[in-house]
């Protein structure tokens, strides 16, 4: 039960900070990685090794444009074959 209500609290967290992005034109790595639901991780890796979105440094500051991630997550849809 307890497990339960730790998962319900995660999942709660990142709708609040989905909430928070929802109108920036620019995202940090963290508010990134929830608008795609690509681990901060996985963000940090592609843009070390190339093959990630874009990103934007300024400094020490990394920023994602919004349109440059839906851009990115959409680069993988698939046609269905129906």
Known sequence: ???LVREALMRL???EAGLRTLHKEYL?????AVFTSI?????AEWRSRGGGPRYIKM??????AVRDLREFVESFGRE???
Do not use: F, N, P
């Open 80 to 82: 269905a074959l129906s």
């Open 13 to 15: 967290d990142r709708i």
């Open 39 to 43: 681990s901060a991780v996985q963000l």
């Open 59 to 64: 400094g020490r500051k990394v920023l994602y």
């Open 28 to 32: 940090d790595t963290e508010d990134a």
């Open 1 to 3: 039960m307890e497990h």
